[in-house]
């Protein structure tokens, strides 16, 4: 079993910054694709940045620009640093990693981000 664990996620001002972090913990034999996806008050989760194992990163087109997604395979973690921020940015933000060679995707529990204008 794998657990991912969030931590950053909180209020900001528009045009303020945060910086999510993601750390994996568990049977831990190799992390694959690793991402973050958010979902808001009556929608669907969608995808905001991922980041392969060989550093391959994709972002979402409202959030091109002002997000970086990073990782630290020492650590087990992804990073999701977030600039610029608007209050459409608000949302659950949820950690995501894939793991092994089956590439089993495992969640975090997800952190709120709140954008206020």
């Known amino acids: 079993q794998v657990q991912l664990v969030e931590s950053g996620g909180g209020l900001v001002q528009a045009g303020g910054s945060l910086r999510l972090s993601c750390a994996a913990s568990?049977?831990?034999?190799?992390?694959?694709?690793m991402g973050w996806y958010r979902q808001a008050p009556g929608e669907q989760r969608e995808m905001v940045a991922t980041?392969?194992?060989?550093?391959?990163?994709n972002y979402g087109n409202s959030v091109k620009g002002r997000f970086t997604i990073s990782r630290d395979n020492a650590k087990n973690t992804v990073y999701l640093e977030m600039n610029s921020l608007k209050p459409e940015d608000t949302a659950v933000y949820y950690c995501r990693a894939r793991v092994g060679r089956y590439e089993y995707p495992y969640w975090g529990q997800g952190t709120q981000v709140t954008v206020s204008s």
């Open positions: 980041i392969t194992s060989g550093g391959s990163t």
């Open positions: 568990g049977s831990i034999f190799s992390i694959n694709t």
